[in-house]
């Protein structure tokens, strides 16, 4: 999986905000989703025309065809992302949402606005998005707003102790390991990993692994050694 | 300082204003005044951890877990998701007014392409009567050879709720795409007005050729003025967002479209559900023979004085927030 772009931009006081930019690949597969849903959803009004409303009203029918598919059409999208503060559910299902180009929450001026011009963004949206770093597409831009990854954050490892020289490469590798470590089934390949990075504690810092026996288990050892605490 | 003492000295905050955010994300009702100073000041504290986590420790996972916050902090404390709520009378009483008023000039050239484009109609249709064959099709001209318009057929052949739906929803995707086709520097409302003058023009020029040009001008008297005020607010609108692409002036351009964009739609929303009440005036009142041509006539300006009332409404400046 590609990783996530994050562009810099300046928040509250000038201090630095990353915004985790959702790209156009996922957001065509959320629009691809949303528009899915809004077949299905034209598709079961059409039904539901005809089995509850034929019978009744058959004067009616093509009034109710013709107004729910305009409140679809224009109503979807802006109705969402106005209801569940800027996701549809192409967008929940890919974890992505709406933001200001502030990264705050937008108004509902904003929702609208970006999805008034839906109709001219199918034909320039994703040439727009793809040569924008913030991958904005005419609707975004009209509004002001982004679209950006909103996934929940999960407990990780962070190292309570950390022998000294070592960089971010080194710490963000550790760490980045120790939470996978639970998750690989090549328990020797593992523990062999484990190994190389206590031989890198005992040769930058050998104090840190006073009283840790790394003969059982050296994913366990290393934990002890770097004082790991989730959070 | 190393990592693993900012990670130990700064945790106890950024503990707490998760546990804010939980708290906040239940809580239905809005925070009162201490704990939103509370959680401002923990949310500038956490900004600032991020941002020094982001340059001297990136991609670690105190880095990610502070960007998560920061994130989700920024989005529930700031940004226009809790802007002032007036209700649906301040935003026709108010916003409407005071964003109609501000697009007037806009408005004036509207109006003045789509005079002229209707008299070029005109003229056009007089010289070449043959256009309103071109237009209007076989049928309808071989009506009006027989002094019928073919106007007639909107409540003869289809029953009213389904021509007022028709018109009503055609009305407000031709109004839509007016204001959104702005985005594209202004030439789809350009087009929307240039061709509705156009059109409207040549076919009173093909009406008074067979002399029904009075039976026409009796068919839109009741809903034709406010129609075409409509239409051509909405297109100067969308011409509003074109201009702030094109010329931005000396703001950067972002901040032009955005803020044209947001008065645009505050005049566009104040269109919207007269299209509604219009199409009901074009199907139950416009054709039918009962009605004298006074009422009509009465009808029509009526909508239109009050739309016009309603969208000049004198209306003091937005206070500064």
Not at chain 1, 181 to 191: C, F, P, S, V, Y
Not at chain 1, 195 to 200: A, G, K, S, T, Y
Not at chain 2, 32 to 57: I, K, N, P, T
């Amino acid at each position: 999986m590609a990783a996530i772009r994050h562009e810099s931009i300046l928040g509250l006081d000038n201090i630095r905000l990353d915004l985790p930019v959702a790209s156009v690949g996922s957001r065509s597969l959320a629009a691809l989703l949303d528009y899915l849903i809004l077949m299905a959803l034209a598709l079961g009004w059409i039904l539901l025309i005809v089995i509850a409303i034929a019978p009744l009203l058959p004067a009616w029918v093509p009034v109710f065809a013709i107004v729910g598919w305009f409140l679809l059409e224009w109503g979807y999208f802006a109705g969402f992302e106005i209801a569940t503060g800027g996701r549809t559910v192409g967008k929940m299902a890919l974890a992505l949402r709406v933001v200001t180009a502030e990264g705050g929450s937008p108004g509902t001026g904003a929702l609208l606005s970006r999805n008034l011009v839906r109709s001219l963004d199918l034909l320039f949206g994703v040439p727009l998005m793809a040569l924008d770093p913030l991958s904005r597409r005419l609707g975004d831009r009209l509004a002001g707003t982004l679209v950006v990854h909103d996934r929940g954050r999960e407990a990780a490892p962070v190292l309570g102790r950390v022998p000294p020289g070592w960089g971010p490469r080194e710490l963000a590798a550790v760490e980045s390991f120790l939470a996978r470590a639970r998750t690989l089934e090549d328990t020797a390949g593992t523990w062999a990993m484990a190994d190389r990075i206590l031989d890198r504690i005992r040769r930058d810092a050998p104090e840190l692994l006073a009283g840790v026996d790394a003969r059982r288990d050296p994913v366990a050892a290393l934990r002890q050694a770097l004082q790991v605490e989730e959070g | 300082m190393d990592y693993a003492r900012f990670v130990r000295l700064r945790r106890p905050v950024w503990d707490v204003f998760e546990r804010r955010l939980a708290a906040s994300r239940r809580r239905r009702r809005d925070e009162g005044y201490e704990e939103l100073e509370e959680m401002a000041l923990r949310y500038r504290q956490v900004l600032h951890d991020h941002a020094l986590a982001a340059s001297r420790f990136p991609g670690t996972a105190a880095a990610g877990r502070l960007r998560s916050l920061a994130l989700e902090g920024t989005r529930r404390l700031t940004g226009e998701g809790r802007e002032r709520r007036g209700g649906l009378l301040h935003f026709f009483l108010r916003t409407f007014p005071r964003a109609f008023q501000r697009q007037l000039g806009v408005t004036g050239l509207a109006l003045a392409l789509f005079l002229l484009a209707s008299l070029w109609g005109l003229v056009l249709a007089a010289a070449r009567p043959a256009l309103g064959l071109t237009i209007l099709g076989p049928q309808a001209v071989q009506g009006l050879a027989e002094g019928r318009l073919w106007t007639n057929s909107l409540v003869t052949t289809v029953p009213p709720a389904l021509s007022s739906s028709g018109i009503a929803t055609n009305n407000l995707s031709v109004a839509l795409m007016a204001w959104s086709g702005g985005v594209l520097a202004g030439l789809v409302p350009l087009y929307v007005i240039l061709l509705n003058g156009l059109m409207l023009g040549a076919i009173v020029g093909v009406t008074l050729h067979y002399s029904m040009a009075g039976e026409l001008l009796e068919f839109i008297s009741a809903h034709g003025p406010l129609e075409i005020t409509l239409v051509l607010v909405s297109a100067a609108a969308g011409l509003s967002l074109g201009r702030a692409l094109v010329a931005a002036g000396d703001r950067p351009r972002a901040l032009a479209v955005r803020d044209a964009g947001r008065e645009a739609l505050a005049v566009l929303l104040g269109c919207l559900p007269w299209f509604v009440v219009l199409a009901l005036v074009e199907v139950l009142v416009s054709p039918s023979p009962e009605l004298p041509v006074v009422l009509k006539l009465t009808v029509g300006l009526a909508l239109e004085s009050l739309f016009l009332a309603l969208a000049l409404r004198p209306v003091p400046a937005e206070p500064n927030p």
